[in-house]
Each structure stands twice: as structure tokens, then as C-alpha cells.
């Protein structure tokens, strides 16, 4: 069964960095690309950028190009996303997700990261 | 980037009646469109890919149809568990990017 487990809830201040994580498993994980959906609260679906595994390919929205970075670590079958310093404006819920091909549909979530970001 | 427009906002239907929602695209997308459905306190789930495809796991009430710039997902008899917020994705160019979403209630 194919399984995108994501790291707990975080609660942080403006300009503290984070790091969440997304470990996949039952499938190869180095051979799907692996990206991520943010949906603020009460909001619709972004998408943010993907990276294939097998060679940490990585490419982003324009929208979040410099403002996150995403990054994995086959050996442990986990990508990440992660922000140098947090704005209030990042508050939201973080989903990993698994897309069938390098552009293809989401075939798989994860259960979603909330993060908020307050003083 | 390709803005992707969902039509209407909000659709208020009956249990057992048929539904239909509608997405289009502002240049061709060829048929590199997906929907997705997604209930409150819950991650999105792949309903429809390459604009008329099935999921796994999909019933069969649900469809889709179009190419190119316009596109619809048809619930031909409502039931209560399709109460829900669903979304269009076109996956042909990037960035990928997702319409605003149509919330079909209970009429």
C-alpha cells in the first residue's frame, strides 16, 4: 500500500526556520516524483514544487521560487520542504503528494502538515 | 502560468440529482487535466485524470469530459458522501496549478 506519512503539527514565530518531512513507502520512492500543495485556512489548493528522488531534481512554482526549499533523502525514502525564516503569511496546512510522472495528476496525499506561525 | 477558472463558486444540488461542474483553462491543456475532490478535515483525493479517466477505486457516477481549454466532472446521482469541494488541476505546463475550487452542497 503506498504511504506518504508526514511530520507532525508545528507552531512557530516569524523568522524562526522549519523543516517538515514526508516519508514515503510501498512503492519505489526514487521513482516517483514527490511535491507539495499548500492550502492556507479557509483556501484552495497551490501547488509548490516537486523533486524526483532518484536524482533530487527540483523545480518550482514561481510563486515559491526563494521562499521554501525542497529537498530529499532516498536513503531514508523522506523529502522535505523547508523555510529559512517564517512569516505569519505561511500559516497553513502543507501536503505532501506523489505525482504520477514528472507533470502528471496526484495520485497520492499525504495527511497534511499544519503549520502555523505566530508571535 | 496557466489560470485555471471553476465555475460556479458554490452548487446547491439534491441527493439524486445530477451535478455538473465546469472548469476551464486560459490556453489549451490539452487533455492533461485532473479533478479532485476533497471533504472537510481531509487531504484531496484523485478522482479523474487525463480529463475523462477513472481513479482506482472510483464509482462509475462520477465522469469526466473535455479537452483543450473546457472541461467538466458530471455526479450523475448525488449521494450524500459527494457532498465535498472538488478542484481541477491542469498538469501540461508548468507551473501545475489548480482552479479555486467548486463546493457542491446539499440543496
Known amino acids: 500500500e503506498v504511504q506518504l506519512v508526514q511530520s507532525g503539527a508545528e507552531v512557530k514565530k516569524p523568522g524562526e526556520s522549519l523543516k517538515i518531512s514526508c516519508k514515503g513507502s510501498?512503492?519505489?520512492?526514487?521513482?516517483?516524483?514527490i511535491g507539495w500543495v499548500r492550502q492556507m485556512p479557509g483556501k484552495g489548493l497551490e501547488w509548490m514544487g516537486i523533486?524526483?528522488?532518484?536524482?533530487?531534481?527540483?523545480r518550482y512554482s514561481p510563486s515559491f521560487q526563494g521562499q521554501v526549499t525542497i529537498s530529499a533523502d532516498k536513503s531514508i525514502s523522506t523529502a522535505y520542504l523547508q523555510w529559512s525564516s517564517l512569516k505569519a503569511s505561511d500559516t497553513a496546512m502543507y501536503y505532501c503528494?506523489?505525482?504520477?510522472?514528472?507533470?502528471?495528476?496526484?495520485?497520492?496525499w499525504g495527511q497534511g502538515t499544519l503549520v502555523t506561525v505566530s508571535s | 502560468e496557466i489560470v485555471m477558472t471553476q465555475s460556479p463558486a458554490t452548487l446547491s444540488v439534491s441527493p439524486g440529482e445530477r451535478a455538473t461542474l465546469s472548469c476551464r483553462a486560459s490556453?489549451?491543456?490539452?487533455?492533461?487535466l485532473a479533478w479532485y475532490q476533497q471533504k472537510p478535515g481531509q487531504a484531496p483525493r484523485l478522482l479523474i485524470y487525463?480529463?475523462?479517466t477513472r481513479a482506482t477505486g472510483i464509482p462509475a457516477r462520477f465522469s469526466g469530459s473535455g479537452s483543450g481549454t473546457e472541461f467538466t466532472l458530471t455526479i450523475s446521482s448525488l449521494q450524500s458522501e459527494d457532498f465535498a469541494v472538488y478542484y481541477c488541476?491542469?498538469?501540461?505546463?508548468?507551473?501545475?496549478?489548480f482552479g479555486q475550487g467548486t463546493r457542491l452542497e446539499i440543496k
Open positions: 503528494v506523489r505525482h504520477d510522472g514528472v507533470a502528471g495528476p496526484i495520485d497520492y
Open positions: 510501498g512503492y519505489s520512492f526514487t521513482s516517483y516524483w
Open positions: 523533486i524526483y528522488p532518484g536524482d533530487s531534481d527540483t
Open positions: 490556453q489549451s491543456v490539452s487533455s492533461n
Open positions: 487525463g480529463a475523462s
Open positions: 488541476q491542469q498538469y501540461n505546463n508548468w507551473p501545475l496549478t
